[in-house]
């Protein structure tokens, strides 16, 4: 099991039984409401945690003071292999947002793709209307790169049409990642 470790933070593999804390923030839907999924029920997220554990996209970050699990950094190279490109994404219990969890994680995941994994460039994209993520990506040193509207649909309305949004998209490479002051 591959483990990082910050000031107040443990970042590891999903484990099948980590589904109760998944849960806890995946059955909400002020939290999954950008995502490409709809809110899990408790089989659901049984399910998504075995998946999780026997793969290596998704990264719980827990606390270290007691190994709660309480969000989880996607991290996932992207197509095709040789270009070096990560994709970075990060959903939280937002009971612990506003404490610098999801920065100090992703920097932690940044950290460990341009160094261990040698990334040449990590991309991420957030709804422009969440602002906490885009400030957060910003906080990550990323540059936004572009704004594409309606350009992508996860959910659809009462009559089965698509609901449209635009997305930000934001990217950092690995020599602007040394050279950024930590």
């Known amino acids: ?24 923030y995946l059955s909400q839907e002020s939290v999954v409401k950008d995502e490409p999924y709809y809110i899990y029920n408790e089989d659901q997220c049984k ?19 007691n190994n709660k699990l309480i969000g ?6 992207q197509e095709p292999k040789e270009f070096l490109t990560w994709e970075i994404g990060y959903v939280f219990n937002p009971e612990y947002y506003g404490k610098g969890y999801a920065t100090e994680s992703c920097k932690e995941i940044l950290n460990y793709g341009f160094k261990q994994l040698n990334a040449r460039r990590i991309v991420a994209m957030c709804n422009p209307k969440n602002i906490a993520s885009w400030k957060l990506l910003e906080r990550l040193a990323m540059r936004k ?13 009462e009559e089965r049409k698509p609901i449209w949004s635009d997305t930000y998209e934001y990217a950092l490479l690995a020599d602007e990642w040394f050279n950024f002051p930590k």
Do not use: P
């Open 1 to 24: 099991m591959t483990l990082m470790e910050t000031e107040r933070l443990f970042i590891r593999n999903f484990k099948a039984d980590d589904w109760k804390d998944l849960y806890e």
């Open 47 to 65: 399910q998504e945690a075995l998946r999780r554990s026997q793969q290596n996209a998704f990264w719980a970050v827990c606390l270290k003071e």
């Open 72 to 77: 989880n950094v996607y991290f996932q190279q």
């Open 145 to 157: 790169e572009g704004h594409l509207l309606n350009n992508i649909f996860f959910k659809y309305d």
